[in-house]
Protein backbone atom coordinates (compact mmCIF):
# COMPACT_ATOMS: atom_id res chain seq x y z
CA UNK A 1 0.00 0.00 0.00
CA UNK A 2 1.23 3.32 -0.90
CA UNK A 3 1.67 5.73 1.77
CA UNK A 4 -0.20 8.91 1.77
CA UNK A 5 2.83 11.21 3.02
CA UNK A 6 6.16 11.29 2.87
CA UNK A 7 7.69 11.22 6.79
CA UNK A 8 9.75 13.84 7.90
CA UNK A 9 13.01 12.75 9.21
CA UNK A 10 15.70 15.14 10.77
CA UNK A 11 18.58 14.34 8.37
CA UNK A 12 21.87 13.43 10.62
CA UNK A 13 24.70 15.36 11.40
CA UNK A 14 26.72 13.57 8.98
CA UNK A 15 24.58 13.62 5.89
CA UNK A 16 24.56 17.36 7.06
CA UNK A 17 28.29 18.01 7.47
CA UNK A 18 29.16 15.76 4.20
CA UNK A 19 26.67 17.90 1.58
CA UNK A 20 27.89 20.99 3.36
CA UNK A 21 31.49 19.82 2.46
CA UNK A 22 30.58 19.07 -0.55
CA UNK A 23 29.30 22.41 -1.36
CA UNK A 24 31.97 24.82 0.03
CA UNK A 25 34.30 22.79 -1.44
CA UNK A 26 33.25 23.10 -4.97
CA UNK A 27 33.01 26.92 -4.00
CA UNK A 28 36.26 27.27 -2.69
CA UNK A 29 38.34 25.12 -5.89
CA UNK A 30 36.34 27.28 -8.32
CA UNK A 31 37.73 30.82 -6.46
CA UNK A 32 41.10 29.68 -6.10
CA UNK A 33 41.16 27.99 -9.73
CA UNK A 34 39.44 30.48 -11.58
CA UNK A 35 42.35 33.27 -9.60
CA UNK A 36 44.96 31.31 -11.36
CA UNK A 37 44.09 30.19 -14.73
CA UNK A 38 40.33 30.65 -14.95
CA UNK A 39 39.23 26.75 -15.24
CA UNK A 40 37.36 26.46 -11.85
CA UNK A 41 35.21 23.83 -13.11
CA UNK A 42 38.35 21.04 -13.79
CA UNK A 43 38.19 21.61 -9.88
CA UNK A 44 34.97 20.77 -9.51
CA UNK A 45 34.80 18.13 -11.87
CA UNK A 46 37.37 16.13 -9.43
CA UNK A 47 35.40 17.19 -6.43
CA UNK A 48 32.60 15.35 -8.42
CA UNK A 49 34.59 12.33 -8.87
CA UNK A 50 36.27 12.02 -5.30
CA UNK A 51 32.46 12.86 -3.55
CA UNK A 52 30.72 10.52 -5.87
CA UNK A 53 30.37 6.41 -6.96
CA UNK A 54 33.72 6.72 -8.86
CA UNK A 55 35.69 7.71 -6.06
CA UNK A 56 35.15 7.77 -1.85
CA UNK A 57 31.18 6.89 -2.40
CA UNK A 58 30.10 9.51 0.11
CA UNK A 59 26.84 10.21 -1.75
CA UNK A 60 23.94 8.06 -2.11
CA UNK A 61 22.29 7.36 -5.21
CA UNK A 62 19.83 9.00 -4.49
CA UNK A 63 21.21 12.33 -3.32
CA UNK A 64 23.60 11.74 -6.37
CA UNK A 65 20.50 11.82 -8.52
CA UNK A 66 19.20 14.81 -7.19
CA UNK A 67 22.59 16.62 -7.26
CA UNK A 68 22.71 15.49 -11.12
CA UNK A 69 19.12 16.95 -11.61
CA UNK A 70 19.85 20.61 -9.77
CA UNK A 71 22.98 20.35 -12.10
CA UNK A 72 20.88 20.55 -15.06
CA UNK A 73 18.62 23.55 -14.19
CA UNK A 74 21.86 25.30 -13.18
CA UNK A 75 23.13 24.44 -16.64
CA UNK A 76 19.74 25.80 -18.53
CA UNK A 77 19.98 29.02 -16.47
CA UNK A 78 24.27 28.97 -17.44
CA UNK A 79 22.73 28.93 -21.08
CA UNK A 80 19.48 31.50 -20.82
CA UNK A 81 22.49 33.98 -19.20
CA UNK A 82 24.75 33.54 -21.82
CA UNK A 83 21.88 34.29 -24.39
CA UNK A 84 21.15 37.44 -22.29
CA UNK A 85 25.12 38.34 -22.93
CA UNK A 86 24.20 38.23 -26.53
CA UNK A 87 24.75 40.71 -28.87
CA UNK A 88 22.09 40.49 -32.01
CA UNK A 89 24.34 42.43 -34.11
CA UNK A 90 26.94 40.61 -33.63
CA UNK A 91 25.13 37.60 -33.83
CA UNK A 92 23.87 38.37 -36.78
CA UNK A 93 27.13 39.56 -38.74
CA UNK A 94 28.66 36.64 -37.51
CA UNK A 95 25.87 34.25 -38.24
CA UNK A 96 27.77 32.43 -41.25
CA UNK A 97 31.07 32.21 -39.72
CA UNK A 98 29.49 30.52 -36.49
CA UNK A 99 27.76 27.96 -39.59
CA UNK A 100 31.74 27.27 -41.15
CA UNK A 101 32.88 26.50 -37.59
CA UNK A 102 30.10 24.65 -36.31
CA UNK A 103 30.23 22.25 -38.90
CA UNK A 104 33.80 21.66 -39.15
CA UNK A 105 34.01 21.13 -35.56
CA UNK A 106 31.59 18.50 -36.26
CA UNK A 107 32.92 17.27 -39.57
CA UNK A 108 36.26 16.64 -39.15
CA UNK A 109 36.13 14.46 -35.90
CA UNK A 110 33.24 12.28 -37.11
CA UNK A 111 35.93 11.14 -39.84
CA UNK A 112 39.04 10.98 -37.45
CA UNK A 113 36.45 8.86 -35.94
CA UNK A 114 36.76 5.64 -37.55
CA UNK A 115 40.32 5.24 -37.06
CA UNK A 116 38.91 3.74 -34.21
CA UNK A 117 38.31 0.93 -36.65
CA UNK A 118 42.06 0.40 -36.23
CA UNK A 119 42.51 1.40 -33.23
CA UNK A 120 40.82 -0.87 -31.17
CA UNK A 121 38.60 -3.29 -33.70
CA UNK A 122 35.20 -1.35 -33.82
CA UNK A 123 32.77 -1.94 -36.11
CA UNK A 124 31.23 1.05 -38.31
CA UNK A 125 28.37 1.52 -36.21
CA UNK A 126 30.63 1.67 -33.25
CA UNK A 127 33.04 4.45 -34.77
CA UNK A 128 30.06 6.54 -35.74
CA UNK A 129 28.37 6.65 -31.98
CA UNK A 130 32.05 7.14 -30.73
CA UNK A 131 32.44 10.33 -32.93
CA UNK A 132 29.10 11.32 -32.40
CA UNK A 133 29.80 11.61 -28.73
CA UNK A 134 32.95 13.40 -29.58
CA UNK A 135 31.20 15.79 -31.88
CA UNK A 136 29.31 17.79 -29.35
CA UNK A 137 30.95 20.93 -27.56
CA UNK A 138 29.77 21.20 -24.34
CA UNK A 139 27.48 23.86 -23.92
CA UNK A 140 27.97 24.53 -20.02
CA UNK A 141 31.57 24.45 -20.26
CA UNK A 142 31.75 27.27 -22.89
CA UNK A 143 29.63 29.48 -21.87
CA UNK A 144 31.95 29.03 -17.87
CA UNK A 145 35.07 29.64 -19.84
CA UNK A 146 33.67 32.95 -21.58
CA UNK A 147 31.69 34.13 -18.63
CA UNK A 148 34.92 33.70 -16.55
CA UNK A 149 37.20 35.38 -18.66
CA UNK A 150 35.33 38.23 -19.73
CA UNK A 151 34.95 37.07 -23.80
CA UNK A 152 31.40 36.02 -23.08
CA UNK A 153 30.01 39.29 -24.80
CA UNK A 154 32.86 39.58 -27.72
CA UNK A 155 32.78 39.18 -31.06
CA UNK A 156 34.69 35.90 -30.68
CA UNK A 157 32.77 35.50 -27.81
CA UNK A 158 29.53 35.30 -29.76
CA UNK A 159 31.02 32.88 -32.68
CA UNK A 160 32.30 30.32 -30.30
CA UNK A 161 28.78 30.42 -28.32
CA UNK A 162 27.04 29.98 -31.59
CA UNK A 163 28.94 27.31 -32.91
CA UNK A 164 28.74 25.36 -29.76
CA UNK A 165 24.64 26.11 -29.77
CA UNK A 166 25.02 24.26 -32.90
CA UNK A 167 26.91 22.03 -32.04
CA UNK A 168 24.57 21.22 -29.58
CA UNK A 169 21.37 20.75 -31.68
CA UNK A 170 23.23 17.91 -34.01
CA UNK A 171 24.59 16.66 -30.44
CA UNK A 172 20.75 15.97 -29.66
CA UNK A 173 20.10 14.31 -33.10
CA UNK A 174 22.58 12.12 -32.65
CA UNK A 175 21.31 11.57 -29.05
CA UNK A 176 18.23 10.28 -30.81
CA UNK A 177 20.06 7.94 -33.88
CA UNK A 178 21.97 6.42 -31.17
CA UNK A 179 18.94 5.97 -28.71
CA UNK A 180 16.82 3.98 -31.73
CA UNK A 181 19.62 2.17 -33.01
CA UNK A 182 20.49 -0.05 -29.96
CA UNK A 183 22.50 -2.85 -31.39
CA UNK A 184 20.99 -4.35 -34.23
CA UNK A 185 20.28 -0.96 -35.92
CA UNK A 186 16.67 -2.54 -37.05
CA UNK A 187 14.60 0.16 -34.84
CA UNK A 188 16.33 2.87 -37.12
CA UNK A 189 14.27 5.09 -39.94
CA UNK A 190 14.27 8.26 -41.00
CA UNK A 191 12.01 9.92 -38.60
CA UNK A 192 14.74 9.21 -35.99
CA UNK A 193 16.57 12.25 -37.64
CA UNK A 194 14.42 14.13 -39.39
CA UNK A 195 12.22 14.97 -35.88
CA UNK A 196 14.68 16.46 -34.21
CA UNK A 197 16.20 18.66 -36.62
CA UNK A 198 13.65 20.13 -38.17
CA UNK A 199 11.83 20.61 -35.06
CA UNK A 200 15.21 22.76 -33.97
CA UNK A 201 15.07 24.40 -37.09
CA UNK A 202 11.82 25.42 -37.10
CA UNK A 203 11.85 26.80 -33.44
CA UNK A 204 15.03 29.00 -34.55
CA UNK A 205 12.73 29.74 -38.01
CA UNK A 206 9.56 30.39 -35.84
CA UNK A 207 10.90 32.44 -33.20
CA UNK A 208 12.29 34.63 -35.51
CA UNK A 209 9.81 35.26 -37.72
CA UNK A 210 7.52 35.71 -34.22
CA UNK A 211 9.96 38.32 -33.27
CA UNK A 212 9.61 40.43 -36.54
CA UNK A 213 6.33 40.19 -37.13
CA UNK A 214 4.65 39.52 -34.67
CA UNK A 215 5.63 40.68 -31.29
CA UNK A 216 7.96 44.05 -32.81
CA UNK A 217 4.10 45.68 -34.12
CA UNK A 218 2.71 44.75 -31.27
CA UNK A 219 5.20 46.40 -29.10
CA UNK A 220 5.91 49.38 -30.82
CA UNK A 221 2.61 50.30 -30.25
CA UNK A 222 2.13 49.00 -26.58
CA UNK A 223 6.08 50.33 -25.09
CA UNK A 224 5.19 54.27 -26.00
CA UNK A 225 2.05 54.50 -23.74
CA UNK A 226 3.05 51.82 -21.37
CA UNK A 227 2.52 54.51 -18.63
CA UNK A 228 -1.12 54.04 -19.00
CA UNK A 229 -1.07 50.62 -18.25
CA UNK A 230 -1.97 49.41 -14.33
CA UNK A 231 0.84 50.14 -11.88
CA UNK A 232 2.06 46.59 -11.07
CA UNK A 233 3.29 45.84 -15.08
CA UNK A 234 6.35 48.27 -14.08
CA UNK A 235 7.31 46.66 -11.23
CA UNK A 236 10.26 44.41 -10.78
CA UNK A 237 8.26 41.53 -9.61
CA UNK A 238 6.35 41.83 -12.88
CA UNK A 239 9.28 41.74 -14.75
CA UNK A 240 10.50 38.45 -13.04
CA UNK A 241 7.44 36.85 -13.78
CA UNK A 242 7.70 38.09 -17.82
CA UNK A 243 10.95 36.87 -18.50
CA UNK A 244 10.72 33.67 -16.02
CA UNK A 245 7.46 32.91 -17.88
CA UNK A 246 9.08 33.14 -21.45
CA UNK A 247 12.47 31.28 -20.34
CA UNK A 248 9.74 28.31 -19.03
CA UNK A 249 7.23 28.33 -21.34
CA UNK A 250 10.25 28.19 -24.27
CA UNK A 251 12.00 25.29 -22.79
CA UNK A 252 8.78 23.05 -21.87
CA UNK A 253 8.00 23.81 -25.43
CA UNK A 254 10.72 22.89 -26.97
CA UNK A 255 11.34 19.80 -24.76
CA UNK A 256 7.72 18.14 -25.49
CA UNK A 257 8.06 19.06 -29.34
CA UNK A 258 11.32 16.83 -29.78
CA UNK A 259 14.22 19.21 -29.32
CA UNK A 260 17.13 20.81 -27.25
CA UNK A 261 15.77 22.58 -24.05
CA UNK A 262 19.23 24.00 -23.86
CA UNK A 263 18.72 25.62 -27.69
CA UNK A 264 15.44 26.87 -25.89
CA UNK A 265 17.16 28.35 -23.10
CA UNK A 266 19.54 30.20 -25.05
CA UNK A 267 16.63 31.84 -27.72
CA UNK A 268 14.50 32.63 -24.56
CA UNK A 269 17.67 34.64 -23.57
CA UNK A 270 18.29 35.94 -26.77
CA UNK A 271 14.61 37.00 -27.03
CA UNK A 272 15.04 38.90 -23.55
CA UNK A 273 17.97 40.68 -25.03
CA UNK A 274 15.89 42.01 -28.03
CA UNK A 275 12.98 43.08 -26.20
CA UNK A 276 15.50 44.92 -24.07
CA UNK A 277 16.59 46.53 -26.69
CA UNK A 278 13.07 47.60 -27.59
CA UNK A 279 13.09 48.92 -24.19
CA UNK A 280 16.05 51.14 -24.47
CA UNK A 281 14.74 52.51 -27.48
CA UNK A 282 11.83 54.25 -25.85
CA UNK A 283 11.37 56.72 -23.23
CA UNK A 284 11.85 55.30 -19.69
CA UNK A 285 9.51 55.43 -16.98
CA UNK A 286 10.12 57.09 -13.80
CA UNK A 287 8.32 54.91 -11.57
CA UNK A 288 9.64 52.17 -13.38
CA UNK A 289 13.31 52.58 -12.59
CA UNK A 290 12.75 54.13 -8.80
CA UNK A 291 10.55 51.11 -8.24
CA UNK A 292 13.45 48.49 -9.17
CA UNK A 293 16.03 50.75 -7.46
CA UNK A 294 14.28 50.75 -4.46
CA UNK A 295 14.04 46.84 -5.05
CA UNK A 296 17.81 46.08 -5.66
CA UNK A 297 19.10 48.86 -3.31
CA UNK A 298 16.92 49.85 -0.52
CA UNK A 299 17.17 53.93 -0.06
CA UNK A 300 16.70 55.15 3.24
CA UNK A 301 13.00 56.91 3.48
CA UNK A 302 13.05 60.65 3.23
CA UNK A 303 11.59 62.92 5.50
CA UNK A 304 9.11 64.73 2.82
CA UNK A 305 6.40 61.93 2.63
CA UNK A 306 5.36 63.83 -0.66
CA UNK A 307 9.05 63.08 -2.40
CA UNK A 308 8.57 59.51 -1.53
CA UNK A 309 5.45 58.81 -3.43
CA UNK A 310 5.83 60.83 -6.18
CA UNK A 311 7.83 60.91 -8.79
CA UNK A 312 11.14 62.86 -9.92
CA UNK A 313 13.16 63.11 -13.00
CA UNK A 314 16.40 61.95 -13.16
CA UNK A 315 18.77 65.14 -13.21
CA UNK A 316 20.46 66.20 -16.52
CA UNK A 317 23.37 63.78 -17.37
CA UNK A 318 22.05 61.34 -14.92
CA UNK A 319 20.78 57.79 -16.60
CA UNK A 320 18.04 56.11 -15.57
CA UNK A 321 17.95 52.49 -14.96
CA UNK A 322 15.74 49.83 -17.07
CA UNK A 323 14.64 46.35 -15.42
CA UNK A 324 15.98 44.65 -18.36
CA UNK A 325 16.68 40.79 -17.94
CA UNK A 326 19.98 41.19 -17.23
CA UNK A 327 18.74 42.85 -14.00
CA UNK A 328 16.38 40.65 -13.52
CA UNK A 329 19.25 37.66 -13.58
CA UNK A 330 21.26 39.26 -11.16
CA UNK A 331 19.34 40.01 -8.68
CA UNK A 332 16.99 36.90 -8.59
CA UNK A 333 19.22 34.14 -10.06
CA UNK A 334 22.51 34.98 -10.51
CA UNK A 335 23.66 34.07 -6.71
CA UNK A 336 21.91 30.37 -6.32
CA UNK A 337 23.20 29.52 -9.87
CA UNK A 338 26.95 30.37 -9.52
CA UNK A 339 26.87 29.29 -6.23
CA UNK A 340 24.76 25.97 -5.63
CA UNK A 341 23.75 24.98 -9.31
CA UNK A 342 25.90 25.39 -11.40
CA UNK A 343 28.88 23.75 -9.34
CA UNK A 344 26.44 20.89 -8.90
CA UNK A 345 26.40 20.25 -12.46
CA UNK A 346 30.05 20.08 -13.37
CA UNK A 347 30.27 18.08 -10.05
CA UNK A 348 27.30 15.30 -11.73
CA UNK A 349 29.88 15.44 -14.78
CA UNK A 350 32.55 14.30 -12.19
CA UNK A 351 29.63 11.07 -11.29
CA UNK A 352 29.78 9.96 -14.56
CA UNK A 353 33.30 9.40 -15.03
CA UNK A 354 34.13 5.41 -14.67
CA UNK A 355 37.60 6.76 -13.40
CA UNK A 356 38.26 2.70 -11.24
CA UNK A 357 37.95 1.17 -14.76
CA UNK A 358 39.96 3.83 -17.09
CA UNK A 359 43.77 2.82 -15.61
CA UNK A 360 44.29 -0.03 -17.98
CA UNK A 361 47.19 -0.14 -19.69
CA UNK A 362 45.42 -1.11 -23.53
CA UNK A 363 42.78 1.76 -22.82
CA UNK A 364 44.84 4.26 -21.63
CA UNK A 365 47.14 4.56 -24.77
CA UNK A 366 44.53 4.15 -26.82
CA UNK A 367 42.59 6.90 -24.40
CA UNK A 368 45.25 9.15 -25.47
CA UNK A 369 46.16 9.10 -28.94
CA UNK A 370 42.06 8.84 -29.85
CA UNK A 371 41.93 12.32 -27.20
CA UNK A 372 44.79 14.06 -29.21
CA UNK A 373 43.08 13.19 -32.72
CA UNK A 374 39.67 14.40 -31.46
CA UNK A 375 41.78 18.06 -30.09
CA UNK A 376 43.09 18.17 -33.50
CA UNK A 377 39.76 17.58 -34.91
CA UNK A 378 38.53 20.95 -32.84
CA UNK A 379 41.21 23.02 -33.06
CA UNK A 380 40.66 22.61 -36.95
CA UNK A 381 37.98 25.34 -36.32
CA UNK A 382 40.28 28.22 -35.46
CA UNK A 383 41.40 28.17 -39.33
CA UNK A 384 38.59 30.38 -39.67
CA UNK A 385 40.33 32.73 -38.47
CA UNK A 386 43.57 32.70 -39.45
CA UNK A 387 45.05 34.57 -42.73
CA UNK A 388 46.36 32.55 -45.01
CA UNK A 389 44.68 29.53 -44.13
CA UNK A 390 43.54 26.41 -46.62
CA UNK A 391 39.63 28.14 -45.86
CA UNK A 392 41.20 31.38 -46.57
CA UNK A 393 39.78 31.40 -50.36
CA UNK A 394 36.54 29.63 -49.72
CA UNK A 395 36.07 32.93 -47.62
CA UNK A 396 37.40 35.27 -50.04
CA UNK A 397 34.95 33.56 -52.62
CA UNK A 398 31.88 33.90 -50.22
CA UNK A 399 32.76 37.58 -49.55
CA UNK A 400 33.39 38.91 -53.37
CA UNK A 401 29.77 36.53 -54.15
CA UNK A 402 28.01 38.15 -51.42
CA UNK A 403 29.18 41.97 -52.53
CA UNK A 404 28.49 40.98 -56.32
CA UNK A 405 25.01 39.54 -55.36
CA UNK A 406 24.73 42.47 -52.85
CA UNK A 407 25.58 45.24 -55.89
CA UNK A 408 23.71 43.65 -58.89
CA UNK A 409 20.34 44.12 -56.37
CA UNK A 410 21.18 47.44 -55.13
CA UNK A 411 21.29 48.31 -59.19
CA UNK A 412 18.71 46.53 -60.52
CA UNK A 413 16.27 48.57 -57.57
CA UNK A 414 17.96 51.74 -57.86
CA UNK A 415 15.56 54.21 -60.47
CA UNK A 416 16.67 54.28 -64.14
CA UNK A 417 17.57 57.23 -65.51
CA UNK A 418 18.20 58.26 -68.74
CA UNK A 419 21.52 59.87 -69.86
CA UNK A 420 19.12 62.64 -71.57
CA UNK A 421 17.87 63.67 -68.57
CA UNK A 422 20.72 64.84 -67.21
CA UNK A 423 22.41 67.41 -68.88
CA UNK A 424 26.79 67.95 -69.24
CA UNK A 425 27.13 70.82 -67.40
CA UNK A 426 24.31 69.49 -64.70
CA UNK A 427 26.72 66.35 -63.93
CA UNK A 428 29.53 68.28 -63.72
CA UNK A 429 27.75 70.95 -61.07
CA UNK A 430 26.51 67.58 -58.95
CA UNK A 431 30.64 66.34 -58.75
CA UNK A 432 31.02 69.82 -57.19
CA UNK A 433 28.29 71.13 -54.97
CA UNK A 434 26.79 69.34 -52.09
CA UNK A 435 23.95 67.14 -52.53
CA UNK A 436 20.60 68.91 -50.60
CA UNK A 437 18.96 66.64 -47.60
CA UNK A 438 15.10 66.60 -47.22
CA UNK A 439 15.21 69.27 -44.83
CA UNK A 440 17.53 71.34 -46.93
CA UNK A 441 20.99 71.16 -44.89
CA UNK A 442 24.21 70.80 -47.48
CA UNK A 443 25.34 67.11 -47.25
CA UNK A 444 29.04 65.95 -48.38
CA UNK A 445 29.84 64.50 -52.34
CA UNK A 446 29.55 60.35 -51.68
CA UNK A 447 33.27 60.54 -52.14
CA UNK A 448 34.02 62.94 -49.71
CA UNK A 449 32.11 61.52 -47.19
CA UNK A 450 32.73 58.09 -47.67
CA UNK A 451 36.64 58.45 -47.14
CA UNK A 452 35.91 60.66 -43.77
CA UNK A 453 33.60 57.78 -42.61
CA UNK A 454 36.27 54.75 -43.28
CA UNK A 455 38.89 57.65 -41.57
CA UNK A 456 36.53 57.78 -38.68
CA UNK A 457 36.39 54.28 -38.91
CA UNK A 458 40.20 53.76 -38.52
CA UNK A 459 40.27 56.27 -35.74
CA UNK A 460 37.97 54.14 -33.43
CA UNK A 461 39.38 50.72 -34.06
CA UNK A 462 36.32 49.44 -35.02
CA UNK A 463 37.74 47.40 -37.56
CA UNK A 464 41.32 47.89 -38.22
CA UNK A 465 44.25 45.85 -36.11
CA UNK A 466 47.00 48.07 -37.00
CA UNK A 467 46.91 51.65 -35.39
CA UNK A 468 49.91 52.80 -36.84
CA UNK A 469 49.52 56.15 -37.85
CA UNK A 470 51.73 56.81 -40.43
CA UNK A 471 49.37 54.45 -42.39
CA UNK A 472 46.83 56.67 -44.71
CA UNK A 473 43.37 55.96 -44.19
CA UNK A 474 41.62 53.22 -45.91
CA UNK A 475 38.26 54.10 -47.84
CA UNK A 476 35.90 52.17 -47.03
CA UNK A 477 34.10 50.13 -49.27
CA UNK A 478 30.63 51.18 -50.53
CA UNK A 479 27.50 51.11 -48.06
CA UNK A 480 25.70 48.94 -50.13
CA UNK A 481 27.40 46.26 -49.96
CA UNK A 482 26.19 44.86 -46.41
CA UNK A 483 29.11 42.43 -45.60
CA UNK A 484 31.45 45.23 -44.65
CA UNK A 485 30.35 45.37 -41.00
CA UNK A 486 29.38 41.74 -41.39
CA UNK A 487 32.97 40.16 -42.06
CA UNK A 488 35.87 41.97 -40.56
CA UNK A 489 38.92 41.20 -41.70
CA UNK A 490 40.96 38.27 -40.22
CA UNK A 491 43.05 39.24 -37.33
CA UNK A 492 46.42 39.35 -37.83
CA UNK A 493 47.48 37.82 -34.52
CA UNK A 494 46.48 34.03 -33.70
CA UNK A 495 45.29 34.77 -30.02
CA UNK A 496 41.42 34.90 -31.58
CA UNK A 497 41.79 31.85 -33.79
CA UNK A 498 43.60 30.24 -30.59
CA UNK A 499 41.07 30.59 -28.86
CA UNK A 500 38.16 29.97 -30.52
CA UNK A 501 39.67 26.59 -31.69
CA UNK A 502 40.87 25.44 -27.77
CA UNK A 503 37.24 26.82 -26.41
CA UNK A 504 35.52 24.40 -28.59
CA UNK A 505 37.66 21.45 -27.40
CA UNK A 506 35.75 21.22 -24.72
CA UNK A 507 33.38 18.45 -24.36
CA UNK A 508 30.82 17.57 -21.24
CA UNK A 509 27.43 16.30 -20.63
CA UNK A 510 26.19 15.76 -24.35
CA UNK A 511 29.35 13.77 -25.21
CA UNK A 512 28.81 11.55 -21.98
CA UNK A 513 25.15 10.84 -22.37
CA UNK A 514 25.74 9.95 -25.91
CA UNK A 515 28.70 7.28 -24.93
CA UNK A 516 26.86 6.41 -22.10
CA UNK A 517 23.55 5.57 -24.83
CA UNK A 518 25.79 3.77 -26.79
CA UNK A 519 27.00 1.23 -23.97
CA UNK A 520 23.41 0.60 -22.15
CA UNK A 521 22.43 -0.11 -25.93
CA UNK A 522 24.72 -2.33 -26.52
CA UNK A 523 26.47 -0.51 -29.75
CA UNK A 524 29.91 -0.79 -27.88
CA UNK A 525 30.22 -4.44 -27.55
CA UNK A 526 29.01 -6.01 -23.93
CA UNK A 527 32.39 -7.36 -21.43
CA UNK A 528 30.89 -9.36 -18.59
CA UNK A 529 33.70 -8.19 -17.03
CA UNK A 530 32.39 -4.01 -16.93
CA UNK A 531 32.81 -1.56 -18.99
CA UNK A 532 33.71 -1.95 -23.03
CA UNK A 533 36.63 -0.99 -24.03
CA UNK A 534 35.28 0.91 -26.97
CA UNK A 535 33.36 2.83 -24.48
CA UNK A 536 36.47 3.12 -21.93
CA UNK A 537 38.41 5.19 -24.76
CA UNK A 538 35.73 7.19 -25.44
CA UNK A 539 35.35 8.40 -22.06
CA UNK A 540 38.99 8.59 -22.23
CA UNK A 541 38.63 11.14 -24.87
CA UNK A 542 35.84 13.29 -23.71
CA UNK A 543 37.94 13.68 -20.08
CA UNK A 544 41.13 14.27 -21.67
CA UNK A 545 39.34 16.90 -23.64
CA UNK A 546 37.11 18.40 -21.37
CA UNK A 547 40.00 19.27 -19.08
CA UNK A 548 42.20 20.47 -22.10
CA UNK A 549 40.12 22.99 -23.51
CA UNK A 550 39.24 25.35 -20.40
CA UNK A 551 43.26 24.95 -18.87
CA UNK A 552 44.70 26.24 -22.44
CA UNK A 553 41.93 29.22 -22.32
CA UNK A 554 42.60 30.03 -19.07
CA UNK A 555 46.55 29.86 -19.82
CA UNK A 556 46.07 31.88 -23.17
CA UNK A 557 43.51 34.46 -21.96
CA UNK A 558 45.70 35.09 -19.07
CA UNK A 559 48.46 36.26 -21.23
CA UNK A 560 46.46 38.37 -23.41
CA UNK A 561 45.29 40.18 -20.29
CA UNK A 562 49.00 40.41 -19.47
CA UNK A 563 49.62 41.96 -22.93
CA UNK A 564 46.62 44.17 -22.94
CA UNK A 565 47.89 45.17 -19.38
CA UNK A 566 51.34 46.15 -21.05
CA UNK A 567 49.91 47.70 -23.58
CA UNK A 568 47.67 50.31 -21.60
CA UNK A 569 50.49 50.96 -19.74
CA UNK A 570 53.30 51.90 -22.01
CA UNK A 571 51.68 54.72 -23.63
CA UNK A 572 53.43 53.49 -27.03
CA UNK A 573 49.99 52.17 -28.78
CA UNK A 574 50.36 49.03 -30.97
CA UNK A 575 47.63 46.75 -31.83
CA UNK A 576 45.34 44.84 -29.58
CA UNK A 577 46.02 41.01 -29.05
CA UNK A 578 42.49 40.63 -30.04
CA UNK A 579 42.19 43.05 -32.59
CA UNK A 580 38.02 43.39 -33.51
CA UNK A 581 37.30 40.22 -32.09
CA UNK A 582 38.23 41.05 -28.51
CA UNK A 583 35.33 44.18 -29.23
Avoid at 179 to 204: E, I, M, Q, W
Avoid at 267 to 279: K, N, P, T
Wanted: glycine residues 10%.
Amino acid sequence: MADSAFAYHEPSISTILNQTGLLLVLNIVNTCLDKLLYCGLIGQLFVGILWGTPGAQWLDRSVETVIQQLGYLGLIMLVYEGGLSTSLSSLRANMYLSVAVAFTGIGIPMALSFVLMELVSATPLQAFAAGAALSATSLGTTFTILSTTGLITTRLGTVTTSAAMLDDVVGLVMVQIISNLGGSGNSFSALTVVRPLFVSLGLGVGVVLACRFVLRPFLMRVLPSRDRLPGFTSTPQFAFLRYTGLLVGLVAGATYAGTSSLLAAYLAGVISSWFDGLLRAMPVSTAESSSFRQEASPQPASRDSSVTHSPRSPEPGQEREQITGMHIYEHYYQGPVNRILTPMFFASIGFAIPITEMFQGSVVWRGFVYALLMTFGKMCTGLWLVRGSPVSGLTTFARILKASLSYVTSCLRRPLKSQSEKSPHAQQAQHREPVQNTDGAPQEPSDNRSARVGSNNQKEGEYATNTDSDRPPQREPDQRTPFVSSLPPKPKSLYPATILSLAMVARGEIGYLIASLAESNGIFGKDSQGSSETYLVVVWAISLCTLIGPISVGTLVKRVKILQRQRENSNTGGADPLGVWGI
